[in-house]
């Protein structure tokens, strides 16, 4: 009597997760960045095309991350299983698909920016325990193979199921271990709550609101402030351990600790936030009270040469973005190295401790988060993440509106409606707002206050509705007199363009 494939299959996914289990244990015993499962994710998204990176955010949103690395993960217990399978006849055959799963994370932590010498170890671990599992688990499975239906068969079969648990309890063990080893998520978090830095908050100012019910807030709380970025495990970086470098073409090569930085004058204003992701209509918008240090001072204290035109800035985990030199020296705007965001520290999902902004330019080629590297140079020599992708270089903000109230699809009570939204062009700033209803004329509407051209505006207004289906559009016109266009473009490569439209029923 054979033993049923579906034995050897589970014994491969037990050997699977085992491996697993005590490559990501290693990792976090070594004090590496991220075990060799995150570090293929993490090579996905480096080199997927544009367009999918695109879909994939619009789609899943912040959740895109979580999911690769749970596609992968599932893929790894197929491979394992096949493997299982194969160790019914061969030694060797589990033994190569083994290599080769190792061999593809090799290639990836190896191939990271920041590799170090130690990386191989965690998938040398996961390997050598893939392969003395299986061999462990799938003795007594030989065994009963090689016995007739005898009482021995039956000890060799709890044997094996003995075995299997055993392993799995020891690999739940080790995987607990690791993540508590681990836990420098919880410590960094620690840290940040009681830093005490020099800076204030500030609630909106009088007259941001419009009060239109169930419209977002002017400021933008934290814990709904949008998130976007390609880091699969999100960086957590002390602050003592934290250091900025400026160099390439500079007089004077300059590097920052935290404690120097935060040392300097600090500044304090409003600022909205977008991705050129953003859809049109679409949620990847923010506004809060920053707080930092210019850039500007800074770049003048390394300075810059005059042939350069762009500056390199690369993130903690390896993410790399091009910015324009004359956004970060020009005195109007303002750019900082933020440090904190609505009066405390920065979050570590938005770049704790230290992050760019620049106000007027999409985040893509701005907005870097956990940065720790600026290398001033030129724009011919630079090949950041999401310019190598498809999108543009320069990524200036388009002008853009919304309707946020009421919501596409409502049902409203015929008569006067109450519609708001809000209208945004960094740098710029908004002088009017429009909406035309069912495809009539364009009418002016109501804005709120704004303290400065850098952050959004909300706006409201009052329309008739007799009973029936009706559309509502909305465009918006900056304070240099651009109007925004009807025409409808996709977010590649330098932003989604057209009118927020809404169909509502009123009864």
Not at 9 to 33: D, I, P, Q, Y
Not at 35 to 47: G, N, W
Not at 360 to 389: E, H, I, N, R
Request: aromatic content about 8%; hydrophobic content about 45%; charged content about 20%.
């Amino acid at each position: 009597m054979t033993t049923p494939r579906g034995a050897w299959s589970a014994a491969g996914a037990v050997a699977g997760v085992a491996g697993l289990a005590v490559s990501h244990a290693a990792t976090m015993v070594l004090t590496l960045r991220s075990s060799p499962l995150v570090a293929v994710a993490e090579m996905v998204i480096q080199h997927v095309p544009g367009v999918v990176a695109e879909r994939a955010i619009q789609v899943l949103g912040s959740k895109d991350k979580p999911v690769l690395v749970v596609v992968i993960f599932l893929l790894t217990m197929l491979f394992a299983m096949w493997a299982g399978r194969l160790a019914e006849r061969s030694w060797w055959k589990p033994v190569l698909v083994w290599v080769g799963l190792a061999g593809i994370g090799l290639l990836a932590v190896l191939t990271r920016f920041d590799a170090s010498s130690l990386d191989f170890l965690p998938v040398a671990a996961g390997l050598v325990t893939w392969i003395v599992v299986l061999s462990f688990i799938t003795e007594p499975l030989h065994d009963v193979d090689a016995e007739e239906s005898t009482p021995a068969q039956g000890k060799s079969r709890r044997s094996f199921l003995i075995r299997t648990a055993l392993l799995g309890f020891a690999g739940a063990g080790v995987a607990v271990f690791g993540q508590n080893f681990g836990a420098r998520r919880r410590h960094v978090e620690e840290t940040r709550r009681l830093l005490n830095l020099p800076v204030t908050d500030r609630p909106a100012p009088g007259g941001a609101n419009v009060g239109v019910e169930g419209m977002p807030p002017w400021r933008t709380p934290i814990g709904k402030f949008y998130k976007v970025h390609t880091a699969v495990v999100v960086p957590t970086v002390e602050p003592q351990d934290w250091s900025l470098r400026i160099h390439g073409m500079v007089d004077r090569e300059i590097t920052l600790s935290y404690q120097e930085l935060v040392d300097r004058p600090i500044v304090q204003r409003w600022m909205t936030l977008n991705c050129v992701s953003n859809p049109v209509g679409g949620p990847l918008i923010g506004n809060a009270w920053w707080s930092g240090v210019p850039l500007a001072q800074i770049l003048a204290e390394a300075g810059v040469s005059d042939r350069a035109d762009a500056v390199l800035q690369t993130s903690h985990d390896g993410w790399t973005c091009g910015t324009p030199l004359e956004a970060l020296t020009d005195p109007d705007r303002q750019a900082m190295l933020a440090i904190a965001m609505n009066g405390e520290p920065l979050p570590i999902d938005h770049g704790f401790p230290v992050r760019t902004l620049v106000p007027g330019l999409y985040g893509y080629v701005s907005a870097c988060k956990w940065v720790v590297d600026m290398k001033v140079t030129t724009f011919d020599q630079v090949d950041a993440y999401w310019t190598k992708k498809g999108w543009s270089e320069h990524g200036p903000v388009k002008i853009a509106s919304r309707i946020d109230m009421p919501q596409n699809g409502d049902e409203v009570e015929k008569g006067v409606v109450v519609v708001g939204g809000h209208a945004w062009k960094q740098h710029t700033g908004i002088a009017g707002v429009e909406i035309a209803v069912d495809g009539g004329a364009w009418r002016s509407v109501e804005l709120g206050h704004v303290p400065n051209v850098d952050t959004w505006v909300q706006w409201r207004t009052e329309v008739e509705l007799e009973e029936g289906d009706h559309t509502v559009r909305v465009r918006a016109i900056g304070a240099a007199g651009e109007v925004q266009t009807g025409v409808e473009r996709d977010v590649l490569p330098d932003g989604a363009t057209g009118w927020h439209e809404i169909q509502v029923s009123a009864t």
